[in-house]
């Protein structure tokens, strides 16, 4: 380990040495401070990534094509706004409910990218998935362990509420979770099903008036309408193929 290496690893500064090649010298403050500003960009970019791996996102998803004409927002709230996040500062949900395959979880996955690449700790569950675990680690007495981590996220998401039906202590759990949330910290969350139909879920009218209630409340709810992108994209992938065909069986004949 030569002398500058050494210092950067008692300083945490990381391998300094592969950036200065990088900067150009003019004069000794100029050179000392470009290189500083890499290493700073690259500690930046270092916990960002860092960030979205904790998030456990099951694939990463930018704004980058993505298509909000199946979203109704609500009056007073636009996509812009949506796509600030000033939500999470200011301790809001953001409830999406509607038709299968609307581009609800890539919204809040998209969502919840942006948020990582400001700084703010995520944590991407299915329902059904947080569910499993919440009542695994109540099994094992390590539910207030579990509990305190959620309560440290900035953002948490809850995919998919409302396909799976929740056993009594799988929704009681939940409901803890949403409970903690509430007014402390933002939740995203997406659903096929419109709130009158989500005592089918959880099968329990007080918890689930109770439930809704705190979501609700302090929450932005937008719609989403319109055929499945997966259905349309299978659609026009099996149209191309068949053009494709057809273009091969004129060029042969």
Known sequence: MNELTAVCKKLRLGNLEELAVQVEFKNKIQYLTDVLKLAAERRETQRVQRLI???????????????????????????????????IE????????????????????????KACSQGKKVRFYRAADLCAELTEKHRTGSLGKTLKQLQKLDLLILDEVGYIPFDKLSSQLLFNVVSNCYEQQSIILTSNLEFGRWNDIFRDDRLTAALIDRLVHHAYILGFTGSSFRYREAVLAKGGSKMNEGRQSITTN
């Open 53 to 87: 791996r904790q998030a456990k996102f099951p694939v990463v998803k930018t704004f980058d094509g993505y298509q909000f004409d199946p979203i109704t927002f609500p009056n007073g709230f636009s996509k812009e706004q949506l796509m600030s996040i000033d939500f």
């Open 90 to 113: 200011q301790k809001q949900n953001v409830l999406c409910v509607g038709a299968v395959g609307t581009g609800k979880t890539y919204l809040a996955t998209a969502l919840g990218v």
